[in-house]
T-cell receptor, first 111, second 112 residues
Framework: QKEVEQNSGPLSVPEGAIASLNCTYSDRGSQSFFWYRQYSGKSPELIMSIYSNGDKEDGRFTAQLNKASQYVSLLIRDSQPSDSATYLCAATSNTGNQFYFGTGTSLTVIP | NAGVTQTPKFQVLKTGQSMTLQCAQDMNHNSMYWYRQDPGMGLRLIYYSASEGTTDKGEVPNGYNVSRLNKREFSLRLESAAPSQTSVYFC???????????FGPGTRLTVL
C-alpha cells in the first residue's frame, strides 16, 4: 500500500464547473498535507498546504482535511481550461523525516 | 530571483558512467531535496538536507550520493549509472524541513 493514494483519473469537467480531487493517506500520524499542480513536461508547483482539520480557501481553490478519515481533498471552483494538469497530493510522515507524493490525478477542463 | 535552478536539463549516459546533477537556490531556504519521477510511481524522495552540513536518506537512496556544498547548493551524484536510474530528477527547497517545497525545472536523464 502506498503512503498516499490518488485516483489517477482522468477526470474531465466542463468549464465553469467544480472539480473535486481526492487523496487518502495511510500514516495516521501525518501532520502536513500539500497540493501541487504539474503541467505536462513541467515541474510541480505548490497550490496549497493544509495542516489542521477543516477547510482552507485560497481564491478558487479549497483544500479539505479530515484526519479521522485520513482524507484530503482539493476543490477547484469555476474551473478553467488552464487548470488542465496533473494534481499531486503530498504528505509528511509521522516522524517528519519523509515526504510522500501520490501518483497524481489528471484533470481536463473542457471549454 | 531565479528560484531553484538545475543543470543539466538533459543528459544521456551509458551504463556504468558517472555524473553529478547540480542544484542551486537563491531563496535563502534551509532545506533542500532530490526527487525522481517515474511514470506510475510518482515523485519519490531520494535524499534531503535539512540544513547546511546535514544529509539524510529518503525513500529511494540506493545508487545515489549527495553533497550539500553550502546553503545554496545541493548536488546529486550517480557513481555507476544503471538503466533503472532513467528518470526525471527534480531538486526542491523549503524554508523549513518537510514544509512547502519549491521545485526546479528538472533534469531528464536517460541511461542506455
Amino acid at each position: 500500500q502506498k503512503e498516499v493514494e490518488q485516483n489517477s483519473g482522468p477526470l474531465s469537467v466542463p468549464e465553469g464547473a467544480i472539480a473535486s480531487l481526492n487523496c487518502t493517506y495511510s500514516d495516521r500520524g501525518s501532520q502536513s498535507f500539500f497540493w501541487y499542480r504539474q503541467y505536462s513536461g513541467k515541474s510541480p508547483e505548490l497550490i496549497m498546504s493544509i495542516y489542521s482539520n477543516g477547510d482552507k480557501e485560497d481564491g478558487r481553490f479549497t483544500a479539505q482535511l479530515n484526519k479521522a478519515s485520513q482524507y484530503v481533498s482539493l476543490l477547484i471552483r469555476d474551473s478553467q481550461p488552464s487548470d488542465s494538469a496533473t494534481y499531486l497530493c503530498a504528505a509528511t510522515s509521522n516522524t517528519g523525516n519523509q515526504f510522500y507524493f501520490g501518483t497524481g490525478t489528471s484533470l481536463t477542463v473542457i471549454p | 530571483n531565479a528560484g531553484v535552478t538545475q543543470t543539466p536539463k538533459f543528459q544521456v549516459l551509458k551504463t556504468g558512467q558517472s555524473m553529478t546533477l547540480q542544484c542551486a537556490q537563491d531563496m535563502n531556504h534551509n532545506s533542500m531535496y532530490w526527487y525522481r519521477q517515474d511514470p506510475g510511481m510518482g515523485l519519490r524522495l531520494i535524499y534531503y538536507s535539512a540544513s547546511e552540513g546535514t544529509t539524510d536518506k529518503g525513500e529511494v537512496p540506493n545508487g545515489y550520493n549527495v553533497s550539500r556544498l553550502n546553503k545554496r547548493e545541493f548536488s546529486l551524484r550517480l557513481e555507476s549509472a544503471a538503466p533503472s536510474q532513467t528518470s526525471v530528477y527534480f531538486c526542491a527547497s523549503s524554508l523549513r524541513t518537510m514544509w512547502e517545497q519549491f521545485f526546479g525545472p528538472g533534469t531528464r536523464l536517460t541511461v542506455l
